[in-house]
């Protein structure tokens, strides 16, 4: 699923995988997106936040993923940790 999320070929894939991450909204899917952005480049990370927020802002809402990112903060793998961090800060972001 990371490898979805990093796709270097193709945007669409790592936006649409994050969109579709980000709806699911669970604490395994939310962490699935913090380790792609811990690992993203810049470009990598605007696509990953595009799909994060088109799914704060569509029509059927979603969990909330801040709150999620809350409970990631403190996952032991430390590259989890900062990309919760980080994907919280994008969720925060994001007011509708």
Known sequence: MV???LDV???AVTRQTAEALARVGTVAAVRLIALAAAEAD???ADWLQTG???ALVGPD???DVAAVC???ARDPNEAV???A???SAWADGTKC
């Open 3 to 5: 490898g979805l999320l």
């Open 9 to 11: 070929e193709d945007t």
């Open 42 to 44: 810049d470009h990598q």
């Open 52 to 54: 994060v927020h088109d």
């Open 61 to 63: 809402g979603v969990l």
């Open 70 to 72: 809350g409970q990631l």
């Open 81 to 83: 940790r900062r990309g």
């Open 85 to 87: 961090a980080e994907v």
